[in-house]
């Protein structure tokens, strides 16, 4: 890979990491307009049915669900950022061979080529 392509791969992986870091403040920022809210409902002299109850506590825990994938996703970014540093970016782990610019433009975080993982995937079919 050329040096233009790991720059190119770097600002992409930084765009995205940036834009992920905008997305997981805003959810945090909800969450705590959320619970701000819960707390002065509990105080409310009216009671919410156990439904309505039910049904915010399974958007808390989904809202939490994506925080957690996005924090995740965020680490795969970096360590893609750490491959770009030490030379292995856009290296197959499993082959060696070249993971191919059309892959890694749409899974910036890829560690496989398309081969080895349509591979592994069809193995893990059969697991």
């Given amino acids: 890979?050329?040096?233009d392509?790991?720059?190119?791969f770097r600002r992409l992986i930084r765009d995205r990491l940036a834009q992920?870091?905008?997305?997981?403040q805003e959810q945090e920022r909800l969450a705590r307009l959320d619970a701000e809210q819960t707390a002065s409902e509990d105080r409310s002299v009216?009671?919410?049915h156990m439904a309505d109850r039910g049904t915010d506590a399974m958007?808390?825990?989904k809202s939490l669900l994506f925080a957690q994938r996005t924090d995740d996703y965020m680490e795969y970014l970096q360590e893609a950022l750490d491959r770009?540093?030490?030379g292995t970016y856009g290296i197959c782990r499993t082959c060696g061979g070249q993971i191919?610019?059309?892959r890694l433009e749409a899974v910036p975080i890829a560690t496989q080529c398309i081969a080895c993982k349509s591979r592994n995937d069809k193995v893990a079919q059969h697991s």
């Fill in 84 to 86: 770009i540093d030490n």
């Fill in 1 to 3: 890979m050329t040096k």
């Fill in 5 to 8: 392509d790991l720059d190119y």
């Fill in 100 to 102: 191919g610019r059309a």
């Fill in 20 to 24: 992920l870091s905008q997305e997981l």
């Fill in 59 to 61: 958007e808390r825990e």
């Fill in 46 to 48: 009216y009671s919410l």
